[in-house]
Structures are given as structure tokens and as C-alpha cells.
């Protein structure tokens, strides 16, 4: 909300104006604008298919302004018996239609001067018109076909109105259009001053659009610098990327590098200072100015409507002569109304004209001309977007004192705001320059013959100015105080003090490092980037202007087709670290025709492309784990029938499928999509069971695209673990875990639940343990994974074990007196002595009962005696009998 401060800030209004009027009313005492209309309310209706149902309220007041220069108090009375207005540019709007005396009653050198009067007639907008019931409306058709567009289909027009439809300004009732775009029509009532817009934005389903360009900057006499994006800024396909987008154009970085290229035109400027461009929504250019005369983007110059002097009646001698912004009116196609500030440097009033870009079958015309703002304006102007991009804060300085006035213009008009802050300067020659961010402001600033940089913070929501620092760069003017611009993040500023090599005063280039808050401290601590007795340094601006992070900064060289620039202006410190490259031995940008002292103000609307391509994602790039690719489709509302090649000799359908190769490598992708239109038996039939059986045969085909990309399947590791392992825990024992893995690439393990990170593990306790192996790939977007995983469960497991002696002594001693057999972990025990003629002499079936070397009560006679011992494990019963013989020594 626009707030106060103090008894230095003061809010008028002024309305923007949209139908070309008559100019008389600005030659009288004072100036009628804006909507000479009554106030209606919000407008709706109901409908279906995409788009805005109900209005915003689009009213718009009459606005005054008094033109003399010298009045110091006003009253207006605005004949209709509501309260009167003591502001110079009050606004008002009107109940009733009707015929209104305006009066005014003004004080000039504190004398209170005769009244002055001028009739206003006040009219009633039109009935709302709209597309399928909607004031905002979306249509899709099959391309090659004609829509016919009306405002007032399926009920009457009203009598006597007027139509003008955007783009191309047909003043037919209804229009047919056969290519991709938004149209709006604005229905005037009869008296031509009251209107209603409505729009739609038609698709033909993947009709070819044309888009964009790169930015150029027109200044000087005929100067052109164009910009390119650096080749090492597009990148190459990302194939190791586990996601990503198909069938789409090649990827940029995310904060591209731009560079200067060889311009492909020139321009029709002759601009000592000062020029102005603005790029539309699909960012191309529109038009230009160097404040006297606008230029279409053919490079002559735009006609008036009506045919009155043609110039703006300001001066391309300014420092920042005029500044084009886009104005958003209710219900537009974006943009159809330009705005196009201008200073007049001799008269000091800022006033603008506006371009209607619907007149002269799209190239546009001037409908209005030099409709006062205020008086008493520097030559500094500079712009910012609101924070929702739906309008534009407009800065500018007065000449005499410390005012900043802040206009706000969006859809419901222009409101001013003035804020006292700083110094009262006694030459504004130099720039003013918003940063990148948006949330700073500096302004240069000479006084009493020296030189001075005032920084301000840029409220966001408000966009109201507070001082933050100002700088006294302890140089004497001249050489003045000139070029401004921030780096990116806005925490340092470069500046040029304007030399004259004509009289051998140099000029400069400064780095200030704001980052030191004090401004003793950022003067102390300036760096000088370059200084000259040859050239006279002028503007300073990063390009291009919508460039994010990839900008450079740029140098105006009077009477060059050079221009040196900063190309790492984010960096603290001298030429060699900030990248400066100078214009000696012929380096620099090029420039087509010459530079003079300025640059262009550059704006840029609100970026939309029309039309649609098909598009797709994927995710998920290991060999042996799905894939999913995905589609929303084209051509919304209408029917897809989307299928897929998935180049492995397998195809799938869906806008959403997911698809396992079983392979590594690449693989071409096609997606096939078929699009159907609805027709008059498939609106009408609304059967469930009917649209399942039929689908789309009740509908039109309206066309088949098909797109063709590439995935790149990347290899899963092999490993193997066995299904069980056993290890001894009674007897301590351990185990080495081992997945044997094959086919790695980069190879990263993780074991669970030791979360160990080695190949291969060795584990004493009883559990489930699972590996993950991955293969490790290195994308742009970050690393990817392609994990293979098993488990293994460990269970308590002892192996048998029997220890059989050579010899025993059976002599009553007590020492090995048996045949005794230490064994673990066994079953099924069988042990049986031979004599030496193959006879059995003793049998056991329990380890525990052991031969003491007698056989039928005697004792057996000293000798080697054969024996078979057999047994089976006690954890591995599944094992066949273990069997072992050989002989024990009797010794006696």
C-alpha cells in the first residue's frame, strides 16, 4: 500500500488513457483524460472451458491535470456536487452519465486567478463481450482450420459500438483467425470514449510459431550492439542423467554466458545521449525512440492517429531522454498499449504518449501525444517491474529540488508518489540505474562543482526509496559524475567520470565496493578500472538486460564502434580480475554505426511463447530396473492417444508407461501421438458406457506427431551371495561375506546392517546381511546410481568334528588308559575295532562309551589294530555319513 513518510511524501493519481482522443483538451487551460466513463460493476458469466469467468473490476477514472506550470493551489470543482480536489492532477469518477462543467480555480504567485471551465461528457460502457461466456477464454483446434471469433455470439450486439481486435486491428464485428496467438477485441459505445476488452487464447494444435530473437541495443548514430549466447553456454546432451526431458531443444546452462556478436543491422538513431527499446512479450523488438521520434521495429518511423506533428515533442539530448513500458489493460491480450515516457529538456515536464500497437495491421501507431506527468523532471528516468510483473514503477528526479516522484502504472492507471530525499543537486546530468535485484537504486549526482553517488534501497512491495549511503568521490566536476551500473547481486557499482579530451580532462572508470557500507570507506577503497585522455567514457549498462547472471558491462565511447566492457563484473578488484577488455589494438565489442555518451533504456514485457511442442520426461536409466516415461500430452483439451517405441523391439501405450531394459546401451525413443478433436455427436453423446466402448472413434483425428529421441541405459552391477552362510558363534568363529561383484564401473558398497563400505565384510554374529553395490556415473545434474542388491542369511552353523589318536595305553596308570575319540557337533556315532583277521572286537554307538582294549574280558595283545569310525553333522544333517579308518597302536 502506498504509505506516507514524514511531510515529504505526497500521493496524486493520474489515469492511463486508452482510446484515441481529441488533442484540443490539452491546449485549453487544463487536460481531461483517461476513461470519460461512468463506473460499472464487475462483469461475469458463467460458460465452459478454460478461462476467467468473472471481471476484475476494469473501471478507470476521468483524471485532470492543470498544464500551468506556475500555479502553486488548486480547486476543482467537478460539476457534479461531490467533493472538490486541491491537487494538480486530481482523479474522479462519475456516477451518472452526462454532460459535467469542469471548473477550476487556481493560485498562480499567490494569487488566486479566475476561474476556467471546460465541459466533460461522461458516457456508459458497452455490454461485456466475451468468448464462450468468459470475459478470458482458451480454444484449441486442429491446425489448417479457421475459427471464427465473436464477442457477442449467441445474443445481440449493441447498437452503434465499434470494434478494434488485437493484433492486427480489424474493425469488424467478428474476425476469422487461422493461426496461433491471443486476440482481444475492445467493443467501444458509441461515443467512441467507453470500452470492454475481451480475449481468447486460440492453439492450433502444433501449428509453428515464430518466437523471440536475441537483444540488440540501438544508441548513437545508428549504433547497434547485438548479443549472442557463448556456444559453450549450449550444453551437449546429458546422457548419464537418471531423469531429464525428451523431444525438447538443447539445454542451456542455467546461467548462460552472453557475448557480443557482429550485428546483423543498424537502425535509423541519430541520439547524442539517451534512447529507448522495448521487447513485447514473445521477445521481440517493438519499437525504439531517442525521444523525439518512435521507430517500428522496420526501423521507420510510427505513424500518429491523428495526424499531428510527428515527434514527442522531448529531446534525444537528455541522459536518459525516454524509457517504454508495456501498459496491462483489463482483460488484454499482453500487450496491445505502450506507454513511452519523454523529457522535454527545455521545458522540464515528463509526459508520455501512448502506442497502440493494434493500428496500422499490427506495426501500431501513436494514439496519444505528450500527456503531461509533472513538471520541473531531470533528465534521469529509470524503471522497475512490480513484484507480480503486472505493472511498472517508473523514478524520476525534479531538477530543483530533492523529490523523487514514483509513478506506479498497471491496469487500473498511474498513481504518483513523491518522496524528499538527498541532496538537491545542482547538475543531474549523469545516470540514474536501478540494480539487476531490483532493490537498489543510485543516482549521480553533481554539486557545488562536485561529484556524488546517492544509493537507495527499493522497497519491494512498495516500491518507495530510503537513503542508504551517500558517496562523495572527492573529485571535482569536471570531469562529472556520469555512467552508473551494479553488478549482478548489486553489491558492487562502477562508475564513469565523463572527461572531454577536446580540453584534455580525462575520463575514468571506478569500481566502489558497496559490501563496505561506509561511504568514506568505499570511496577510500575505489578502484580505478581504466582512465583516458583519448576517449570521453559515457553510459555504463550490463548486457543484455535480461541476461540473469551471464551479463557483461558495457562502456559508451563517444564517436567509437568500440566498446571496451567488464566481463566479470561480480568480482572485487582491478581490470586484470574483473575482466575488463579495453578498446586498444582494436578489441572490444563491435558496434555497427557509432556510439555516443548513451545507451538504450531496455524493457522488456513479460515473456510468453505461443505454441506447444511434445514433450516427455523420463526417469530412471539402470539396466534391469524400470523406466518411466511420462507425457501430459499437446493440444489441451482435446483427446491423445499417446503410443511408444522403446527401440528394444518392444512398444508400449499411455501417458504414462514404464518400460525395464534388459540391457545396457542406447535406445531410440519415439512417442506417437494421435490427437482427436471433439465433433458435434461426440459433444452431445455423454454415456459412460458408450465413451469406454467407442473411445475416440466419435471424434475427429485431427493429426499424428511423432518425436524421436534417445535414452542411454547404463549398466547394473552382477553380484552373488549365497542364499544362507553359517558361521560357529559357540566356538568364536567368522566369516567373510564376498558378493563376487562383476560389470562395476566406480563400484560404492553399503552393507546392512554393519554399514560397512568395503567389497567384501567379515561377520562373527548371527543375522540377515544384505549388500548394495552401485555403479557410480558422474552427470551434469549430479552423480548417479545404478544399484544391484542380495542378501545373505547367516545362521549358527558348527562343522563336525572327530579326533582320532594313534595310539593308547591301557597298563591302569589312568593316563590314555581308552581309546578315546574327542569329538563336537556330530550324530549318528559309529565306531567299530577290527582284530587282524577282519573281526570285530568292539562296536560303539555312543561317543561316550570307548574300548579300554579288551575283547571278551582279556586284554588284547600289544599290535596295531584297524578301526572304522562313521558320524554325521549335527547342523548339517542334510550331509551324507562321514566315514574314517585307520589303525590304533595297543602299547602295553
Given at each position: ?196 476488452i475481451a480475449k481468447i487464447n486460440v492453439k492450433f494444435c502444433l501449428q509453428q510459431t515464430n518466437n523471440g530473437g ?316 581504466d582512465e583516458s585522455t583519448t576517449y570521453a567514457f559515457g553510459a555504463l549498462q550490463m548486457g543484455p538486460t535480461n ?346
Amino acid at each position: 500500500m502506498w504509505g506516507g513518510i514524514g511531510t515529504n511524501l505526497r500521493i496524486f493519481f493520474i489515469a492511463a488513457t486508452f482510446s484515441f482522443t481529441s488533442y484540443s483538451s490539452f491546449c485549453q487551460e487544463f487536460f481531461i483524460g483517461g476513461k470519460k466513463c461512468i463506473s460499472v460493476p464487475a462483469t461475469g458469466g458463467g460458460g465452459t472451458g478454460g478461462g476467467q469467468a468473472q471481471s476484475a473490476d476494469c473501471n478507470e477514472p476521468t483524471v485532470f491535470f492543470d498544464t500551468n506550470k506556475d500555479a502553486t493551489a488548486w480547486i476543482w470543482d467537478f460539476g457534479d456536487g461531490s467533493a472538490t480536489a486541491t491537487t494538480r492532477n486530481p482523479q474522479h469518477t462519475y456516477a451518472a452519465i452526462g454532460d459535467y462543467t469542469v471548473t477550476l480555480t487556481r493560485t498562480v504567485n499567490n494569487v488566486v486567478q479566475a476561474p476556467v471551465t471546460q465541459t466533460v461528457t461522461i458516457s456508459q460502457p458497452p455490454t461485456q463481450p466475451m468468448f464462450f461466456k468468459k470475459i478470458s477464454a482458451d480454444t484449441t483446434v486442429c491446425d489448417g482450420k479457421t475459427v471464427t471469433l465473436d464477442p457477442y455470439k449467441g445474443t445481440s450486439a449493441p447498437a452503434g459500438v465499434t470494434y478494434l481486435w488485437f493484433p492486427k486491428g480489424q474493425t469488424t464485428p467478428t474476425i476469422d483467425v487461422d493461426s496461433a496467438g491471443c486476440y482481444s477485441v475492445e467493443v467501444f459505445d458509441p461515443s467512441g470514449q467507453c470500452s470492454r476488452i475481451a480475449k481468447i487464447n486460440v492453439k492450433f494444435c502444433l501449428q509453428q510459431t515464430n518466437n523471440g530473437g536475441g537483444e540488440k541495443w540501438y544508441f548513437g548514430k545508428g549504433a547497434t550492439l547485438e548479443f549472442g549466447i557463448n556456444p559453450s553456454s549450449v550444453l551437449p546432451p546429458d546422457t548419464l542423467a537418471n531423469s531429464g526431458d525428451l523431444f525438447g531443444d538443447p539445454e542451456e546452462d542455467e546461467d548462460p554466458v552472453f557475448i557480443p556478436v557482429d550485428p546483423s543491422s543498424g537502425n535509423s538513431l541519430d541520439a547524442p545521449e539517451g534512447t529507448a527499446m522495448v521487447y513485447g512479450p514473445k521477445g521481440t523488438l517493438l519499437f525504439y525512440t531517442d525521444g523525439v521520434t518512435i521507430y517500428g521495429n522496420d526501423d521507420k518511423p510510427l505513424a500518429f492517429i491523428p495526424a499531428t506533428p510527428n515527434d514527442l515533442g522531448g529531446t534525444n539530448t537528455s541522459t536518459q531522454s525516454s524509457l517504454i513500458i508495456p501498459k496491462s489493460s483489463c482483460n488484454e491480450c499482453p500487450h496491445h498499449l505502450y506507454y513511452v515516457y519523454t523529457l522535454n529538456k527545455t521545458t522540464g515536464m515528463l509526459s508520455y504518449s501512448v502506442v497502440d500497437l493494434r493500428r496500422e495491421n499490427g506495426k501500431g501507431a501513436v494514439v496519444e501525444r505528450n500527456i503531461p506527468v509533472s513538471f520541473t523532471t531531470s533528465q534521469q528516468i529509470a524503471t522497475k517491474k512490480t513484484p507480480d510483473e503486472t505493472g511498472f514503477y517508473i523514478y524520476s528526479h525534479d531538477s530543483k529540488t530533492n523529490e523523487f516522484k514514483i509513478l506506479k502504472v498497471d491496469s487500473t492507471g498511474t498513481t504518483e508518489k513523491i518522496q524528499a530525499l538527498g541532496m538537491v543537486p545542482s547538475d543531474t546530468t549523469g545516470y540514474m540505474r536501478i540494480s539487476p535485484g531490483g532493490d537498489k537504486l543510485a543516482m549521480a549526482i553533481v554539486k557545488n562543482g562536485k561529484n556524488y553517488v546517492e544509493v537507495y534501497d527499493i522497497a519491494e512491495e512498495t516500491g518507495e526509496l530510503s537513503l542508504s549511503l551517500t558517496i562523495d568521490l572527492k573529485t571535482d566536476a569536471p570531469p562529472m559524475v556520469y555512467g552508473l551500473e551494479f553488478s549482478r547481486d548489486g553489491s558492487l557499482l562502477y562508475t564513469t567520470l565523463r572527461g572531454n579530451p577536446a580540453s584534455n580532462v580525462k575520463s575514468y572508470l571506478y569500481q566502489l565496493n558497496l559490501n563496505l557500507k561506509d561511504a568514506d570507506a568505499i570511496n577510500t577503497a575505489k578502484i580505478k578500472i581504466d582512465e583516458s585522455t583519448t576517449y570521453a567514457f559515457g553510459a555504463l549498462q550490463m548486457g543484455p538486460t535480461n541476461a540473469g547472471g551471464g551479463g557483461a558491462i558495457y562502456m559508451a565511447i563517444d564517436g567509437s564502434d568500440l566498446l571496451p566492457y567488464i566481463s566479470q563484473p561480480e568480482v572485487p578488484g582491478g581490470a586484470s580480475l574483473v575482466g575488463y577488455v579495453p578498446i586498444n589494438n582494436g578489441f572490444g565489442a563491435q558496434v555497427k554505426g557509432t556510439s555516443h555518451f548513451g545507451f538504450p533504456n531496455v524493457v522488456h514485457a513479460k515473456q510468453k511463447q505461443d505454441g506447444e511442442q511434445p514433450s516427455a520426461t523420463f526417469e530412471g536409466t539402470c539396466e534391469g530396473l524400470p523406466t518411466i516415461f511420462k507425457t501430459q500430452g499437446i493440444c489441451s483439451p482435446m483427446k491423445n492417444q499417446v503410443a511408444w517405441d522403446f527401440g528394444d523391439g518392444t512398444t508400449g501405450s499411455g501417458t504414462e508407461v514404464s518400460h525395464t531394459y534388459e540391457k545396457e546401451g542406447r535406445y531410440i525413443i519415439k512417442m506417437i501421438i494421435d490427437v482427436f478433436s471433439e465433433t458435434f455427436i461426440s459433444k452431445n453423446v455423454n454415456i459412460p458406457i458408450v465413451n469406454n466402448l467407442l473411445g475416440n472413434a466419435l471424434k475427429e483425428k485431427c493429426n499424428t506427431f511423432t518425436v524421436i529421441d534417445t535414452v542411454y541405459i547404463k549398466p547394473t552391477p552382477v553380484i552373488n551371495l549365497p542364499d544362507s552362510a553359517f558361521v560357529c558363534v559357540l566356538k568364536g568363529g567368522t566369516l567373510v561375506l564376498d558378493p563376487k561383484a562383476q560389470r562395476t564401473y566406480d563400484p560404492q558398497y553399503l552393507w546392512k546392517p554393519t554399514s560397512e563400505t568395503t567389497p567384501t565384510i567379515t561377520i562373527s554374529a548371527l543375522a540377515t546381511y544384505s549388500v548394495e553395490v552401485n555403479n557410480k556415473f558422474v552427470s551434469r545434474s549430479g552423480n548417479v546410481f545404478c544399484p544391484a542388491k542380495d542378501e545373505v542369511l547367516v545362521k549358527e552353523g558348527c562343522e563336525p568334528q572327530v579326533f582320532v589318536p594313534e595310539i593308547f595305553t591301557p597298563n591302569g596308570d589312568g593316563i590314555n588308559d581308552r581309546f578315546e575319540l574327542p569329538n563336537e557337533f556330530i550324530t549318528d556315532f559309529d565306531l567299530k575295532i577290527f582284530n587282524r583277521w577282519g573281526e570285530i572286537i568292539f562296536e560303539s554307538f555312543e561317543p561316550d562309551t570307548l574300548w579300554d582294549g579288551t575283547y571278551k574280558g582279556k586284554m588284547m595283545a600289544p599290535m596295531l589294530y584297524a578301526f572304522t569310525v562313521s558320524y554325521k553333522s549335527k547342523y548339517f544333517p542334510y550331509r551324507p555319513k562321514i566315514t574314517k579308518t585307520g589303525g590304533i597302536l595297543l602299547v602295553k
